[in-house]
């Protein structure tokens, strides 16, 4: 696959792959290709977790044991209040037992915009740590600073080839090219993971709340 360095040479290449080797000739419009790429990048935000769309909490505080999420949230990567981690759990659970008596900060849980957390937090505590983003729509302007684009280009190609089918009907090559986007998005959010294991980070552990298990 070539070198893809700009929005324009993105569409080339999922045009060659669509339509024939010469993009010259296709009659995928750019209309098309816009919303066809839109869509791909929805998809890639819902199953990437990766250090390149990996950012750092910042100006979030607790209000009301809640703390709103950012504007461009996908899913947690760590969430503390500068010592332990907190675990998640489901929102259940804490509404169930953030009231009981805990002695420092242990779990968090997705509440709608927001996250909550068991026990509960004080107004106006910074919550610390950092979140997989769904990054910025591709533009001409900001192509070149999307790190996840720049560090796995071949992503967005796939994704887009995989969500073709919705635009122009099934095609054969369609198991390949989903096999094809899943192994990018495995490699991608496992070489996370092994970061973390060799940094000595990761500890597996069962979830209980002072003895409800």
């Not at 804490?94 to 909550?116: L, P, Q």
Request: aromatic share 10%.
């Amino acid at each position: 696959m070539t070198v893809i360095a700009s929005l324009s040479s993105l569409y080339t290449e999922i045009t060659r792959l669509l339509d024939g080797e010469d993009p010259t000739v296709s009659d995928l419009s750019t209309a098309s290709l816009d919303r066809l790429v839109t869509v791909a990048q929805r998809r890639i935000y819902r199953d990437v977790r990766s250090r390149w769309n990996e950012k750092s909490f910042t100006s979030v505080t607790v209000t009301n044991n809640l703390a709103p999420k950012p504007t461009d949230y996908a899913s947690a990567s760590i969430v503390h209040f500068g010592r332990q981690a907190l675990k998640p759990v489901a929102e259940e659970v804490i509404r169930d037992y953030w009231a009981s008596t805990g002695t420092g900060e242990c779990y968090f849980a997705d509440a709608g915009a927001n996250f909550t957390f068991w026990p509960a937090i004080a107004d106006g505590t910074a919550l610390q740590g950092r979140y997989f983003a769904i990054l910025p729509d591709l533009t001409d302007a900001n192509f070149a600073s999307n790190a996840l684009m720049a560090n796995a280009d071949d992503l967005f190609v796939y994704a887009a080839l995989v969500e073709s089918a919705a635009f122009f009907g099934a095609r054969q090559d369609m198991p390949m090219w989903e096999a094809k986007y899943q192994s990018i998005v495995d490699a991608l959010n496992n070489q996370r993971m092994r970061g973390a294991y060799s940094a000595g980070r990761m500890q597996r552990r069962s979830v209980s709340i002072a003895g409800h298990g």
